[in-house]
């Protein structure tokens, strides 16, 4: 790791692109999301706060960086 990387720090918080098991929806979802993220189409519940990060109950496709 050089130093330029150790003087500036990256957030450990990203979105993430979550597919509904129910539907297969594809949805963004913040990876530290404060409030039940529900899905659009057929309101299954995505994630949940757990404290911290939340609790993904879909499919994570990619993270957005």
Request: glycine share 6%.
């Amino acid at each position: 790791m050089s130093e330029w990387n150790k003087l500036i720090p990256k957030p450990s918080s990203n979105f993430l692109r979550v597919k509904c098991l129910k539907c297969g929806n594809e949805q963004l979802v913040f990876s530290h999301a404060t409030n039940k993220v529900t899905c659009n189409v057929c309101n299954e519940i995505l994630a949940t706060p757990a404290g911290g990060k939340a609790k993904i109950n879909g499919e994570i496709l990619s993270s957005l960086e």
